[in-house]
């Protein structure tokens, strides 16, 4: 059973930073893409970073240069390094991992929970 688990979550000031991370277990594929997703109350679901087996990343426009995706495979684990955090990004940030699509297109899907195993969540939640 694939199971994928966040953490890192809480609660900041707007500037501050917040590193999260997703331990994913269960997954007997070698490669995969992992992406990070976020959630705000009453909006859609949207991609926020993912980065495939070799390394390669893909951002959405609304976090280039603030924040950053990466992958240790020996540990099973992707992180997601937030930094000059604002207040719109205060969200459910969910991890996934999916074995076919390429990231930017991943990234940019309507349903994105169609494809992929997901975690539960971590809340993230930015004062200004």
């Known amino acids: 059973q694939v199971q994928l688990q966040e953490s890192g979550g809480g609660s900041v000031q707007s500037g501050g930073s917040l590193r999260l991370s997703c331990v994913i277990s269960?997954?007997?594929?070698?490669?995969?893409?992992m992406g990070w997703f976020r959630q705000g109350p009453g909006k859609e679901r949207e991609g926020v970073a993912s980065i495939d087996s070799d390394g390669n990343t893909t951002y959405a426009d609304f976090v280039k240069g603030r924040f950053t995706v990466s992958r240790d495979n020996a540990k099973n684990t992707l992180y997601l390094q937030m930094n000059s955090l604002k207040p719109e990004d205060s969200a459910m940030y969910y991890c996934a991992a999916q074995p076919a699509l390429r990231g930017d297109i991943w990234l940019k899907m309507r349903a994105p929970t169609s494809v992929g195993f997901w975690g539960q969540g971590t809340q993230v939640t930015v004062s200004s």
């Open positions: 269960g997954y007997t594929r070698s490669r995969y893409c």
